[in-house]
Structures are given as C-alpha cells and as structure tokens.
C-alpha cells in the first residue's frame, strides 16, 4: 500500500472533524456572533457555560479559566498550599497534575496505584501521610472514577484538602454524583481530544466552597477586585468567549457523546473478553472511557501489528512521573512503584471517540485478538 493510501484509511484514535460536522452551522453562527458583537474575554457566554457546568454537576460554583492545568494550579493556589507542604497524588497521570503541585512550591508526593482501577491505591496513601501533608490531587484516569469514598474518609480524619482532577472524566459519576462535585473542587480540561472538548485551550474548576469559588475568580484575572484595583497578585487565565460558545453547544450532547463512548467499549469488552485485561466496569460508578487502555504483556507486539493495519494506538503513559526528569528533584528511584511501572510497560489505549463506526471497532478488536493469538 502507498504511503497516501495508507493515510487514508489509517483509523485514528480520535476524529474530531466527525464531531464538527453535525454542529457545523450552530457553531459557526455562535462563533460568527462572537465576533461581531467584540466581546471576547469575560463576556455572557463564560458566565451562561458556567452557570451550566455547575447545574450539571449540582454544585454552587464553577469558574472558566484558560486550562485544566491552571484550574490545578489555581485551586492550590486558592486553597493556600505553599511551600513547605507536601501534596499527594498518583505517578500514572498526565504531568499536569503534579506540575500544578510545584508551581505552588508545594511537594509531590507520590503513591502507587491499583492494579485493576490504575488510579491511586487508597490503601497506600495513609503511610505517606506526614504533620505536612495538606491535600490530594485525585485522577480519575481514563475516565474511570477513583474510589472516593475512601479518599474523603482520609480527608476528614488528617483534615485534607481534595482536589479532583476531572480533565480525563467529564460526565463520569461515582455513587451518582458527578465527579469534581465530592472533593473541595473539581478540575476540568477543554483540550480538544477531551470528552467535552474546546477548539483551543480551556479549562473549569468547580466547588461547593464559595471561598475557593471567589479567590479562583479573582486569580484568574491579576487578582482584580474593582476597576484596576488589586487585591493581590494573579494570573491571566480567563475561558475565551469564544471557547464558552462552542463548549456551550457541545455540552448539550455530552451525555450522548459519552454513551456511545460506552458502545464502544462494550464492544471491545466482548470481543476481546480475557485474551487481554479490558477496562473494569464497577457498580458503583460510571466510566467515561476518555480513553480505552487494555493491558498486556504482549503490548509491543500489539501496537505493531494494529500499526500494520493502519490502526492507531497508543501507550499512557509510557514513563511514570516519579521517573520524569523533570521530577528528579524529588529522588524517585526505578522500582518505587511497582504497579505504576508494571502498567506503563503493558498499558495500550485503543481509538475511541462517540462517532466510531461500531464496525470499525469489530475490526480493530479483531485484529487484537489476531495479534494475541
Ligand atoms: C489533560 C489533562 C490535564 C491538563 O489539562 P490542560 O487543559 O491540557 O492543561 C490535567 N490532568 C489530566 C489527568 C489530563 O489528562
């Protein structure tokens, strides 16, 4: 096959003109209306998203900020975690949710992850609890919820902070609330390839806290507390409105967008059946499936033949954070967390967006099994 040809019917992990097409008028006329009215930033489109994020999650607050990993960064920030302090979270995530711990000087602290969920192991995070210890950030991976009713038990005996980093999980439900609603807030990316995804960068952070609520406000916009006065020093990192517009008409259709992310995966699930590890599916939780990760030993071999095959696949995440470079300050060593390494050397996302063809989804679980075999 040509190089072309290949391209051409290469599956994608993600198709985000697919999704575009149907809402095509609806978003060129919101953005076409942007436009000409001239007001961009901090206008009644971030204001209406916001009001609607926080419906959808039955909390009291929610603000638009310029990234998921500013909402991180903000919500310490707000919470009053410095230097000194020390903050949990998981090695297997992407590097944001760490990073936003040392932007506020404050220090990762990492804990291994389960096997089965691969979100923090809640049974190991009590030992890593020092008289410093001021907050979780907690992953729901994948789009898989963490198990919060353990996390919050913990909080409440060592007076924790929780903040619950949503980006991979939008719409996903642990014992029917939404997640970002059960920590002191909730994180959210609009990065594109997110479940409810931006044409650019945006972010929400959500809470029923009405201090975290006002200081994440006044953060976002140089700490601004009346017509260039300054209560104290912030940040630029508002939603755009235009951003806000079309999140606002692609809200409307998460729910949907979600179940047919579900579709899919049922139909890895049972083709696939115990050939590899499929993503766990628990009673007391929804999963959103942001990404559909298998597990195995025969990872490698895999990829290279769903490759052949013109099918993408990919591995999250390749190299735990505890081993990052950026994160040698730290002093992690090879062999700290050994579920974490264990996942990254058999871990492989398969494409999943609402728009994959339920065929295409027989074939590519077909060609695992070929692969397997
Ligand atoms: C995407 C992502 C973020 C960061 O979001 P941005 O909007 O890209 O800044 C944070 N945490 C996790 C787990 C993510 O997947």
Redesign the pocket.
């Known amino acids: 096959m040509t190089q072309t040809a290949q391209n051409k019917t290469m599956i994608p992990m993600l198709d985000l003109k697919a999704q575009y097409l149907p809402i095509k008028e609806e978003i060129k006329s919101a953005v076409k209306e942007i436009i000409e009215s001239g007001r961009f930033i901090l206008g009644k489109n971030v204001e209406s998203f916001e009001n609607e994020i926080a419906s959808y999650h039955n909390v009291s607050g929610a603000v638009g900020l310029a ?4 909402a ?1 960064h903000l919500s310490l920030n707000a919470m009053d975690i410095k230097e000194g302090d020390e903050v949990i979270t998981t090695p297997f ?2 590097i ?2 760490a990073e936003s711990i040392a932007y506020v000087h404050a220090t990762p602290v990492f804990v291994d992850i389960e096997k089965n969920t691969l979100n923090i192991d809640v049974s190991k995070i009590e030992e890593k609890i020092t008289a410093k210890t001021k907050a979780i950030v907690v ?1 729901h ?1 994948f789009g898989l919820p963490a198990n919060m009713t353990e996390i919050m038990e913990l909080a409440k005996k060592y007076n924790l902070k929780i903040v619950e ?1 949503c ?2 999980a939008f719409g996903a439900k642990y014992k029917d609330r939404a997640v970002g609603s059960i920590g002191d807030c909730g994180c959210y ?3 594109p390839s ?1 479940n409810l995804g931006a044409y650019g ?3 929400m952070m959500i809470t029923n806290n009405s201090g975290i609520h006002e200081t994440v406000k006044l953060l976002r916009n140089h700490g601004t507390v009346g017509p260039y006065q300054h209560g104290f020093i912030g940040f630029n990192s508002r939603l755009d409105e235009i951003h806000a517009a079309i999140l606002r008409i692609k809200l409307r259709h998460i729910d949907q967008y979600n179940q047919n992310r579900g579709k899919i995966a049922k139909i890895y699930s049972s083709i696939l059946g115990n050939a590899v590890k499929c993503p766990v599916e628990l009673e007391d939780r929804s999963h959103v499936y942001h990404q559909y990760t298998i597990r195995t030993p025969q990872r490698d071999k895999i990829h290279e033949i769903l490759k052949e095959n013109s099918i993408a696949s990919v591995v999250y995440y390749p190299l735990s954070l505890h081993l990052q470079e950026a994160f040698g300050y730290l002093g992690y060593k090879e062999g700290d967390f050994p579920e974490c390494e264990a996942a990254s050397n058999e871990v492989l996302s398969l494409p999943i967006y609402p728009e994959l063809e339920p065929e295409k989804a027989e074939y590519i679980a077909k060609t695992v099994l070929e692969a397997v075999k």
């Open positions: 990234s998921g990993t500013d991180l995530t992407f944001a949710s992953v991976l980093d980006a991979q990316s609009f990065y997110k960068d945006g972010g």
